[in-house]
Each structure stands twice: as C-alpha cells, then as structure tokens.
C-alpha cells in the first residue's frame, strides 16, 4: 500500500477528510422522478421510474473547518501558504523559546469536487485508481501576541496529482506496525452483555501503529475522554509534528465515540528540538454536555443492542444496525450535529458520516468488527466495511436510504454486503497509508443470502409472484429482486415495465386472488436502478 509522508500531503489530505467529513452528506440527493412513486390514469400501462441518484452531481456544501498548530520548522517551500513566524515568552512549564503558528485549512472548497478539480487543474481518478487529495491552500497566520516586527512569505505549492511515489524512507516504514494476515485482535477483553462477544476496543487504523503511535494514540484519546483541554509530552517522549498530525487525523476519522472534538487543535513545540511540548485540545460541547449527551446515546444503544437474540448471527445482527439506522433517522443537510454518532442515535438526522459512523459504533459494542471508508460517489463520501462470519463486505447505508415520503418502511438493500470488485464499479475510494482488509465476501451480499436473483425472465417472474404474495402478509410496501447481470436486467425492465400482457400488471392481477391483502392492480408504482441492477416494485393496498 502507499505511504504518504509529505508535510504537504499531509495538509491536503488532512483538508481532503475535512471534505468528507463535512462535505459529504449532500451526495444523496434525489432528483425528480427518482424512486419516486408517481400518480398516473390507471390506463393498464406501467410507468418506469429510473432511480438516477447515482449519475447525478448534486450541490456540495463545506463547512468551515480549522486545524491550528504550533511548530518551529520553517515549512518547505513546497507548499502553498502564507507564513508568519514569531518568538514567543514560554509559559512557566516552558524553558526554552518557541514558536508559535497557526494552520488553517479553511480554504476548503465549497463548490462540487468536479468543479474543483477543474478549477486545480487536477484530474478527477478513475474509478479504478487511487483517488488522492485535491490541492488545497494552506493559510499559515499568527495567533500569539508579538512584540516584533513579523515578516510574511508566501509560496506555491504544485498540484498533488493522483500519480504519488511510493515512500521507502526508514521514517515511513517504520510508522505502520506490521498486521500480516490483517487477523489483528481488537478487543480489550470486555464483553458484550447482548452478544456475549468482547467489545471492538479500537479502530481498526489503531492496529496498524507501531508502539510508539499507539502509546500517542492513546494518551490523546485518554485525556480526550476526559474532556482535557492541554495535554504535555515529556521531552522523553519526542513527538514530531507528523507525529501529532498523523495520529489526530485516525482519531478525528475513526473515533466515533469522540463525537464532541473539534477539527481544530493546538500545539507547541520546543524550539531547539523541534518536538511537540504541548497541545491544546478543542470540543465542541462542554465536560457536563458531552456527560448528559453520552448518557443518552447509552439509552439509544442500549435499546438498539437488547433487539438482539441468541439465534442471530452476524448477517442479522448487522441487518438491524443497517436497518434500524435507515428506518429511524433521516438524511438531513440542515441537522445539527450530522457527522457524528449523537446527531443520527439521539436527535436523528445526519449524512452520511453520522450513518457511517453510528454503524460502526453499534457493530463495535456487539463485538462486530466494521470500519469507515473514504471514496467518491458523485461526491466526497463514507461508508463502511463489516465483518460478518469471517469475511468482509461493504455496506453503504446512506445509499440504502430510499425517499421515506414515498415508501415509509421500506429499505434498499442495493449497497447491503458488496464486493470491492463490485463497490469499485459503483465508487472510487481511496487508498490508504496502511493496509486494510480486502473485501471478498458473498454469501452474506443481501439479494444473494435471500435468493432474490433472477438469472431470466421467467425466474423474474417467478420471484416477483412469490415476494408479492410474503408482502401481503404483513402489507408490506415494497418487494426488491436483483437481476444477475445487465442482459437480464434489460429484459426484466423492457417486458415487465412495457405495455405487453406479461407486464406487471398482468403478473400481479394473476396472482390478486391469492393475496391476503388487496392490493392494487390498475395501476403499478415500481422502480428500476441500472447501475445496480435492481427492480422494485410498491404496493398499494386498498383496505
């Protein structure tokens, strides 16, 4: 896998997860006509609606976000920036001079990732490739209070290109810890008094640490979950800036129970040495908020996990996360907090951080192993990769999440146990600096596990009969089949969905008779997803 080690890699990176950390909840947008349920003359005639949320680039909006830092290195001049340095008194547990800087990244573009790719002269990567960080200006400017006159520089830093070098230097190397057969254990020895299984104590990235990170690691994520707002390193200790950057940026992607830190940090750094002496830690609530808040993401957990019985297995247990989190929250641009695990558990509105985020954090207190991924679709986005019966598979919930106006209790199961072969055909995600698990997993892929894939037309047919007939049961709003393949796909939507005898209208006025429920069989509200290969069909009961 690559290492990226540049200080200016390291800010556009940095920047780039501010994207999608902020930015990428506006990548599901349904247009008009998409899974929608329209209203036509009951004419015998079916109307196709073609879900085109995946082929449409919806407006992205980026909140402002800030990483301050303090260091005494001159910043290569590879870098894009304004710099201002100053000497500074030390405080009292200071001895020696230091300097002080601030970094921000509140540059971040807001406008849409293609736009900005053009703007930057950058190439979008190919859905194949490994999509890298646009360019992003970094602001250097001063926050101390100076007593001499400050001199200001500003350089240009080049493009960062998708086409980045492998690093093979010793520094590199020795920052990610060696996970050969990626069966690292991630538990403390806790258990799970709903699954019985120990609880996922860390991120998955916190394995890949050598110890000198992990010890990092966790005296951040320590003092943090105690709301400390200063934390000192013992000259002993010799924490670089890299460092400090290197290990927030995990925590700040990874850590979903800090729901409450800020993408803001300050540090010092020692000016002979150049090693961090201190950093100053922002939350964006409180000591006594986060407390009030915790307890009533414990309440909503606790809730969520007791849905748990004895004979689920891992299949059905990340089932009621995936669909728990889809049916009870709703996806929300406007919602207060929507990148974390509080905004989507607790007050229910989030994007697609929040989902993701919430997902893992379910699965890591039943003993699940999940994790977050970074990529593009349409837009900077996230979703995640789980565990389930020793192998992984992709599950998008945000792109599971269909128009809850239209069909209230139904969920999409489209983006349920993928592939990477298959996510790759739908999304570009990015590469990291450490290696992760490959994503090789079938049985547990949704239509597969529930034998909903029409290899023809007349298997179609078939499961359509049938998955109408278990709906009506229980009235049920929506029945959902996967097509094998695009010829297949093809003639399912051109026959079904056409004007022909055999269409669904037709199939379902066969089997009305039969039905527990009535449903309606004049007109047919339905669904076909090309990309994805799905067919859905709503039904509309009449008592």
């Not at 902020?22 to 879900?51: I, Q």
């Not at 407006?59 to 340095?85: C, I, L, N």
């Amino acid at each position: 896998m690559k290492k990226y080690r540049s200080f200016a890699f390291r800010a556009a990176a940095f920047a780039a997860a501010l994207l999608y950390l902020t930015a990428c909840g506006n990548e599901v947008e349904y247009p008009d006509g998409a899974d929608s349920l329209p209203t036509y003359s009951a004419t015998g005639t079916v109307m196709t609606v073609y879900d085109t949320s995946e082929h449409t680039t919806p407006e992205m909006t980026t909140a402002s976000a800030q990483t301050t830092v303090s260091e005494t290195t001159t910043v290569p001049d590879t870098e894009t920036e304004t710099q201002t340095e100053t000497e500074t008194v030390p405080s009292e547990s200071e001895t020696t001079i230091s300097t002080s800087q601030s970094l921000s990244l509140e540059d971040v573009p807001e406008v849409g990732i293609s736009e900005y790719y053009e703007k930057t002269q950058t190439t979008p990567p190919l859905p194949t490739t490994t999509s890298a960080p646009p360019q992003t200006t970094v602001l250097i400017s001063d926050t101390s209070t100076v007593s001499e006159s400050v001199s200001e520089d500003i350089v240009t830093a080049p493009s960062v290109s998708g086409e980045l070098s492998v690093t093979s230097s010793a520094e590199a190397e020795a920052f990610t810890a060696d996970v050969s057969g990626l069966n690292v254990k991630l538990t403390d020895g806790r258990k799970s008094e709903y699954t019985g299984r120990e609880i996922i104590s860390h991120p998955y990235s916190y394995y890949t640490l050598d110890e000198k990170h992990k010890k990092l690691y966790d005296k951040l994520v320590s003092a943090m979950l105690e709301c400390d707002d200063k934390i000192l390193f013992d000259s002993g200790e010799d924490i670089s800036f890299e460092d400090l950057f290197d290990t927030y940026q995990l925590i700040y992607n990874d850590e979903n129970r800090l729901f409450y830190i800020s993408p803001t940090i300050e540090y010092v750094s020692d000016k002979s040495t150049g090693y961090i002496r201190s950093m100053k830690v922002n939350y964006t609530y409180s000591k006594e908020n986060v407390q009030a808040m915790q307890a009533e993401i414990d309440k909503e957990t606790d809730k969520i996990l007791s849905m748990i019985t004895p004979e689920m297995n891992d299949y059905d247990i990340v089932k009621l996360f995936h669909d728990y989190i889809i049916i009870n929250c709703t996806y929300d641009s406007e919602a207060k907090n929507p990148n974390n695990i509080y905004g989507t558990l607790v007050e229910k509105e989030a994007l697609c951080q929040g989902y993701s985020q919430s997902f893992t954090y379910l699965c890591s207190l039943a003993g699940i192993d999940s994790f977050i991924v970074l990529g593009v679709a349409n837009e900077p986005h996230m979703w995640n990769v789980v565990k389930m019966d020793g192998d992984y598979y992709h599950v998008d919930l945000t792109w599971d999440d269909p128009d809850r106006a239209k069909s209230p209790d139904s969920v999409r199961y489209d983006y349920f146990g993928l592939t990477d072969d298959r996510i790759r055909e739908l999304r570009q995600f990015d590469d990291y600096d450490y290696e992760i698990p490959e994503a090789k997993g079938t049985k547990y892929q949704y239509y597969y596990y529930n034998n909903l894939v029409a290899g023809s037309l007349s298997e179609a047919r078939a499961l359509i009969e049938s998955e109408v007939l278990k709906a009506a049961e229980t009235k049920a709003s929506t029945i959902q089949i996967l097509c094998a393949d695009d010829d297949v796909f093809k003639e399912v939507t051109d026959v079904f969905f056409g004007n022909s005898q055999d269409n669904v209208i037709g199939i379902l006025g066969s089997i009305k008779d039969k039905a527990k429920n009535r449903f309606n069989t004049e007109s047919i509200y339905h669904n076909s997803n090309s990309s994805t290969r799905t067919v859905k069909i709503f039904l509309e009961y009449l008592d």
